[in-house]
């Protein structure tokens, strides 16, 4: 047996092992392939669960280095959805037998868009008979607004920690006291603590990351002990900061099979787990979402936002779907889910497996216990 298959054959890795599964090539990568690709479909099946994905406003008070709607960039357009504009496409995933949405948009912290977000949700939950999952990915927030938007009904919340390595992720984002890592993390454990089914991520093949960083990543969601993971390629975007050091990424195909190999390694780490093929993914390989599928992914997000507002949702160039609206993206991924040999599971919220296994009752006592360092 060679030193893959060995590695295969467990399930607990060390950061060393992770390292050398991210970097396998030919053969031995498709082995890696196959080999998640099995235990995905013994975990939770070839089934793909919909969520519908509501852009509902790029107004962000932050600078991330790399996002194309950060503050300071005055080259798009600002919106933000009137709430009936929400409310129907609520209704469309709704009545398309959608199961779950999520809300997203940039990060405000203000007493209104606490309240805004407030009513979205009770409105949502008031027209769909609270038949609904909703997640929401609206950045960070102290714990008492994200105990609100709970109480209204949220019970999903994606943060991305975007890097867990503290040294770079300060190289990610603006020195200032609003872009802090010791924040972000705070915020995952007061959503654990609240009782969200939490969901994290990272972006792959950024510049002055390693394969040592990306191999930690996957470490802390496993030891955060996180119910969902999105995660996708880097993607420069012309409008940022970050742009300057384009000269330093993978050629776009090998950050793409980097980000394949994290969702493969992820699934043997962490096999009951929601991970989704996510849209950055298609956006440097047409079957990019396809081929995530095949090899660990289980969760995808069909983008429901009113076709007019999407080009101005351009956290990287060369974002797919700008020209479709939600009918199309619908048609689109059925034949793609299809493809995969996967099959949608319409209908049906699809919790994290993981969640659901935890069970309330550890959750109440702080499960994590706080285990991840940053010093
Ligand atoms: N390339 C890829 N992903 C990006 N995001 C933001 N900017 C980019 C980019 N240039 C991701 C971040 C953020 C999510 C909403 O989008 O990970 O958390
Ligand atoms: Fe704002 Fe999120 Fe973009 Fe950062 S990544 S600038 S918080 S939208
Ligand atoms: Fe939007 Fe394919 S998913 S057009």
């Not at 890592?181 to 990351?209: K, N």
């Not at 020209?323 to 991924?333: G, H, L, Q, V």
Request: hydrophobic letters at 35%; aromatic letters at 8%; one cysteine or more.
């Amino acid at each position: 047996m060679n030193r893959t298959e060995n590695i295969l054959r467990r399930s607990k890795l060390t950061q060393e092992e992770i390292v050398y599964l991210l970097g396998l090539q030919g053969e031995e990568k498709t082995l890696l392939f196959e080999h998640s690709a099995r235990i995905k479909e013994e975990a939770v099946g070839k089934r793909v669960y919909f969520r519908g994905l509501i852009e509902f406003s790029n107004i962000c008070m932050k600078n991330c280095l790399y996002c194309g709607i950060r503050h300071d960039n005055a080259a798009i357009n600002r919106y933000s959805l009137q709430e009936e504009e929400i409310f129907a496409a609520a209704r469309f995933a709704f009545e398309n037998n959608y199961g779950s949405l999520v809300l997203q948009s940039g990060e405000v912290e203000t007493g209104n868009f606490t309240r805004q977000v407030e009513k979205v949700l009770r409105g949502i939950n008031r027209i769909t008979g609270g038949k609904l999952r909703i997640t929401l990915s609206c950045g960070e927030q102290d714990k008492a607004t994200y105990q609100r938007w709970h109480d209204c009904g949220a019970h999903r919340y994606l943060l991305r920690i975007e890097s867990s390595n503290p040294a770079l992720y300060e190289k990610l984002h603006p020195r200032d006291e609003f872009h802090r890592f010791r924040r972000r993390l705070d915020c995952l454990y007061s959503l654990q603590e609240i009782g969200y089914q939490v969901g994290t991520g990272v972006m792959i093949g950024l510049p002055f990351q390693t394969v040592e960083d990306l191999a930690g990543d996957l470490q802390f969601m496993q030891q955060f002990d996180i119910d969902m993971v999105g995660m996708g390629p880097y993607l420069e975007h012309a409008h940022t900061p970050l742009y300057a050091h384009r000269d330093q990424l993978l050629p776009r195909e090998e950050r793409f099979q980097l980000a394949l190999k994290m969702i493969a390694v992820l699934r043997i780490l962490m096999k009951d787990i929601n991970i989704a093929a996510t849209t950055a993914m298609q956006a440097i390989d047409k079957l990019g979402r396809e081929k995530a599928i095949k090899v660990g992914a289980n969760v995808i997000m069909p983008n429901i936002t009113p076709g007019k507002y999407r080009d101005d949702y351009l956290l990287y160039q060369n974002k797919p779907c700008t020209d479709e609206n939600a009918e199309d993206c619908k048609t689109c991924i059925e034949a793609r889910i299809a493809l995969a040999d996967n099959e949608i599971a319409y209908g049906e919220w699809g919790d994290s497996a993981h969640f659901t296994k935890k069970g309330q009752g550890t959750r109440d006592k702080g499960r994590s216990g706080r285990s991840w360092q940053t010093a």
